[in-house]
């Protein structure tokens, strides 16, 4: 079963996917531009062992997709 959620004003999109039962992978896809295939922007590197977990990390994961990086100093 896949689990997507969407944050659309930013056109990011959260999928988390169990391809092997107890075994939960997450995705951040990017928006769709000029008809082209959304783009993974993140994934899982390792499989985690709840749904939480995943939509937990993937989260985090939409987040620093999200904020701005910190101002440097000149």
């Known amino acids: 079963m896949e689990l997507r959620g969407i944050d659309v004003r930013r056109g990011l999109e959260l999928v988390v996917d169990e391809p092997i ?34 939509v937990q990390a993937g989260i985090a994961a939409m987040q620093r997709h999200i904020e701005p990086a910190p101002a440097r100093r000149a």
């Open 21 to 54: 039962s107890g075994r939960f992978l997450w995705a951040v896809l990017g928006r769709e531009v000029f008809g082209l295939p959304r783009a993974t922007l993140e994934k899982a590197a390792t499989p985690q062992p709840t749904r939480s977990q995943a």
